[in-house]
C-alpha cells in the first residue's frame, strides 16, 4: 500500500483497492477526484481545484493596513457615540429632536414608556448607525466582510464537489464510453469506481487504451472484453503493478501533472500567479527543463524526484517511458518502483547495459560511441567535432560485426584500438574466411590511418580504457550471457533506472552520461510509435552537454520525448554552448544560491518586461503666512523634519524580469525562479516558486 511521509499530501489518497470509510453516505475518494474541476489559464499552473484569480485591483488595500483602518476606525467611532451618550459633549445633539417632536412628550411625570421615551430611543439608534456608516466607509468594513468574513460561510467551498445533474457529464460514469456505444464496459468501470476498486493509476491506464481505441490501433470489442473480465485491473501494465510502493508528491494523473511547489506572493511574480500552485507534466517536460543550483539546494530532493515518481506512475498508466540516470544512493526511487534497474560496477546488478544502443548499424553504434567517448573534448579535434573518431570506431565495428556477427566487447575494443597485431591479424583472417572483402578494405585503412598526425586511435584507446576495468568485468558484454538493457526499448511504457559508478570513477561516470545522453536521443527519435512520452531524468549532466548532444536536445521536442538535466553551475558545460543551452530548453530553473555568472545568463535569456516606475520627489514648503510659520516650526520640533510636499511620477520603463543580482542574492532558501514552456508554444514568465511545501 501506498505510504505517505508526514507533510506529504496527495490530491486523493491512492490505498488500497476498496479501503474507504465506510459509513452512511460515504463514497470512495476517487469520485471527488474525478468531479474536481480543473482549469489551466497558463503552463505549469496546477489545475486541481484551481480557480482562475479575479483582476487584479490596482487599488487594493493590503490586508495590514486594511485591519489596523477598521480597527482603529472602530474605536473612533466607539469613542463619538460614548462621548455623546454620556453626554461629555452635552445635550446639544439632541436639539434635532427636539425640533421635530413636541414638548408634551417630555413633560415632567409622563409615562416611563411613553412618545417621549420611543422618540429618544429611536433617535439615538439612528444617530448610532449613522456613526457606524461614516466610521465604516473611513475604515472601509465592508471591504472586511467580503475578504475575510464572507468566505467563512461558504461552505459548498469546501465540500466535495456536486454530482453533476446530467450523467452525461459525470466522469465517474464513463461518459466518453457511453457515447461510443460501449455501455457495457462503461457499467462494469462505473461500478468499480463506486466500490472502490479502482485507483488514479486504474482510472489513467484505462483512459489510455481507450485512447488507442480511438486512435484505431485496437477494436472496441477487445477493450469491452478485457474490462469486463477484469475490471479495474484491465489493460495492466507488463509489471502487473498498479501502483508504486510509496508516493512522496501530490500527482493529478488526470492532467498528468506532479506539484513541484507554490508560487510565492511575491511583487515580483505576475499578479495571476502568485499563491497558485505550479507542476510540471509531459506538455512542458516535452520542450526538455534545465535546472541549474549549487549542492543541497534541493535539485533532487524537490524536483528530481517528484517528476520521476510522477513519470513512473504514468508509466504504469502505459503513457510513459522514463529512464533515469544518477549515482547509487542519489534517491530516485526504491528498486522495485522501478521495472529495469541497471547498477553498472555492481555485482547484484541483474541487467546489463548494452554499450551500442541495440542497434545493428556499425556507423549508427559508431557515431554514438564516439560522442560519449571524446564529446567533450571534440572542439579541440581535427575538424572541430567528433565525426573522425566516428570514422575510425566504424572501420573497427563494422568488419568486426561481419566477422563475429556481434560488436566487440570493451576489451576486445581495446585491443583493436590499440593496434593490437595479434587482435587485428585475428579479425582480418575471420573477413577473409567469410567472404567480406568490403570490410577488410574497411580494416585496412584503419590500421593505415593509426599512428599518422591528427589519428584520434589512441585517443579513443586511453577513454575506452576507463570501462576496461575489473569493476566493470561483468558489464557491457555483447556475448549474450547477461541481459544488455537497450534504450531501443523506449517504445514501451518502461521505468528504468540507470546508477552510474560511485565514488572512484568519476571520468567514466561522465562518459556513460554522455553516452546515455547520445543513446536516448537516438532512440526517441527514431521511434516507429511516439505516441508514448520519452523522457530522460539525468540527475547530474556536468560535463554531458557537447554540440552533439545539444543538437540531439532540440530534436525531441518534435519527437514527442524530452530531457531533465541538473548542473550545479554553467560552469560545467563548455562556455561556447552555454547561452545555447538555455535556448534549447524550454523550462529553466535558477536556484537559490546560483552566481551572479550564471544568474547573468538566465537574466539574458528571460529578457525584459513593461513594469511602472514611480519617483517620488520630496520638496520643502516655504511658508510666508506668520501663522504657517508658526506651525511648520513646532512641526519640524516635534518631528525633527521640515515640513515638506511629495511629488510622485509614474512612468513605464523596460526592466530585467529577474537581474543576476537578484537571482544570485534576492532568491529565499528553498525557492527558485522557474519558467516553462509547452510544446504548444505557450510561455509562461520566471516565478518565484517556494518548493518547501
Not at 489559464?41 to 496546477?46: F, H, I, N, S, Y
Not at 413636541?102 to 412618545?115: L, Q, T, V
Not at 574497411?442 to 575489473?470: F, H, K, N, S
Not at 558545460?573 to 552566481?595: E, F, H, I, N
Request: aromatic content about 8%.
Amino acid at each position: 500500500m501506498p505510504t505517505y511521509p508526514a507533510g506529504a499530501t496527495a490530491p486523493y489518497p491512492s490505498g488500497a483497492a476498496g479501503t474507504y470509510p465506510a459509513g452512511p453516505g460515504a463514497q470512495p475518494p476517487l469520485i471527488a477526484w474525478l468531479r474536481t474541476p480543473r482549469s489551466a489559464e497558463a503552463p505549469g499552473v496546477w489545475t486541481y481545484g484551481h480557480k482562475p484569480k479575479p483582476p487584479e485591483d490596482p487599488g487594493r488595500i493590503p490586508d495590514r493596513q486594511l485591519i489596523s483602518g477598521a480597527l482603529i476606525a472602530a474605536l473612533c467611532g466607539y469613542l463619538l457615540w460614548a462621548m455623546l451618550y454620556y453626554n461629555y459633549l452635552g445635550g446639544y445633539w439632541y436639539w434635532p429632536l427636539y425640533l421635530v417632536t413636541p414638548d408634551s412628550w417630555y413633560a415632567p411625570g409622563g409615562k416611563e414608556m411613553g412618545p417621549g421615551w420611543w422618540a429618544q430611543y429611536t433617535y439615538e439608534g439612528l444617530v448610532a448607525c449613522a456613526i457606524a456608516v461614516i466610521f465604516g466607509r473611513v475604515g472601509h468594513w465592508d471591504e472586511v466582510w467580503r475578504r475575510y468574513v464572507a468566505p467563512l460561510f461558504r461552505w459548498d467551498d469546501t465540500g466535495s464537489p456536486p454530482a453533476p445533474t446530467n450523467p452525461q457529464a459525470d466522469p465517474a460514469q464513463w461518459p466518453e464510453l457511453r457515447a461510443a456505444g460501449a455501455h457495457s464496459a462503461a457499467d462494469r468501470l462505473a461500478e468499480e469506481v463506486r466500490a472502490g476498486r479502482m485507483s488514479d493509476v486504474d482510472h489513467a491506464r484505462i483512459q489510455r487504451a481507450w485512447q488507442v481505441v480511438r486512435a484505431g490501433r485496437d477494436s472496441l470489442a477487445a477493450f469491452t472484453d478485457a474490462v469486463l473480465r477484469h475490471g479495474a485491473a484491465a489493460h495492466a501494465h507488463p509489471s502487473g503493478a498498479r501502483d508504486l510502493p510509496a508516493r512522496t508528491a501530490e500527482h493529478d494523473l488526470v492532467a498528468h501533472q506532479v506539484r513541484i511547489g507554490t508560487a510565492a506572493d511575491d511583487l515580483r511574480n505576475p499578479y495571476q500567479h502568485r499563491g497558485v500552485g505550479l507542476a510540471l507534466d509531459p506538455d512542458v517536460l516535452g520542450t526538455s527543463l534545465l535546472a541549474v543550483g549549487p549542492a543541497g539546494a534541493g535539485k533532487t530532493g524537490r524536483l528530481v524526484r517528484p517528476v520521476v515518481e510522477a513519470l513512473c506512475l504514468q508509466a504504469l498508466a502505459r503513457q510513459v517511458a522514463v529512464v533515469a540516470v544518477g549515482t547509487a544512493g542519489s534517491g530516485l526511487g526504491a528498486d522495485d518502483a522501478f521495472d529495469v534497474v541497471v547498477k553498472i560496477g555492481r555485482p547484484d546488478s541483474a541487467y546489463d547495459f548494452d554499450l551500442y544502443g541495440g542497434t545493428n548499424d556499425p556507423d549508427e553504434a559508431a557515431g554514438v560511441l564516439a560522442e560519449a567517448l571524446i564529446g567533450d573534448m571534440a572542439a579541440s579535434l581535427p575538424g572541430g567535432d567528433s565525426r573522425r573518431a566516428g570514422t575510425a570506431l566504424a572501420q573497427l565495428l563494422g568488419p568486426y560485426r561481419a566477422a563475429h556477427g556481434r560488436f566487440p566487447s570493451v576489451p576486445e575494443l581495446r585491443e583493436l584500438l590499440d593496434g593490437s597485431k595479434a587482435a587485428v591479424g585475428a579479425l582480418r583472417e575471420a573477413l577473409d574466411a567469410a567472404g567480406q572483402s568490403a570490410q577488410a578494405r574497411e580494416l585496412d585503412a584503419r590500421v593505415r590511418q593509426a599512428g599518422t598526425p591528427g589519428d584520434v586511435g589512441a585517443l579513443l584507446a586511453d577513454r575506452i580504457a576507463l570501462l576496461d576495468r575489473p569493476v566493470f568485468a561483468e558489464f557491457f558484454n555483447t556475448s549474450g550471457d547477461r541481459r544488455p538493457f537497450s534504450l531501443r526499448a523506449l517504445e514501451h511504457p518502461l521505468r528504468v533506472r540507470i546508477d552510474l559508478p560511485e565514488r572512484g570513477h568519476v571520468e567514466a561516470s561522465r562518459m556513460l552520461a554522455r553516452l546515455v545522453l547520445a543513446q536516448f536521443t537516438e532512440c526517441a527519435v527514431g521511434r516507429a510509435d511516439r505516441s508514448l512520452f520519452a523522457c530522460l531524468v539525468l540527475d547530474d549532466a556536468s560535463h554531458t552537454i557537447t554540440p552533439e548532444a545539444l543538437r540531439g536536445i532540440q530534436r525531441l521536442r518534435s519527437a514527442n520525448a524530452g530531457v531533465v538535466l541538473t548542473l550545479r553551475t554553467l560552469d560545467d558545460v563548455p562556455d561556447a554552448l552555454r547561452s545555447a543551452l538555455l535556448g534549447a530548453v524550454g523550462c529553466r530553473m535558477a536556484y537559490a544560491g546560483v552566481t551572479t555568472w550564471d544568474g547573468a545568463r538566465f537574466a539574458e535569456v528571460w529578457g525584459t518586461a513593461w513594469v511602472e516606475a514611480r519617483d517620488v520627489t520630496d520638496r520643502q514648503i516655504i511658508a510666508e503666512a506668520p501663522f504657517t510659520k508658526v506651525m511648520h516650526f513646532i512641526r519640524k520640533v516635534v518631528t525633527g523634519k521640515a515640513v515638506t510636499i511629495q511629488s510622485v511620477t509614474v512612468r513605464k520603463v523596460e526592466r530585467e524580469r529577474w537581474s543576476a543580482s537578484e537571482l544570485a542574492h534576492a532568491v529565499p532558501a528553498g525557492h527558485a525562479v522557474l519558467s516553462v514552456t509547452s510544446v504548444r508554444g505557450e510561455s509562461g514568465p520566471p516565478v518565484l516558486v517556494d518548493l518547501r511545501g
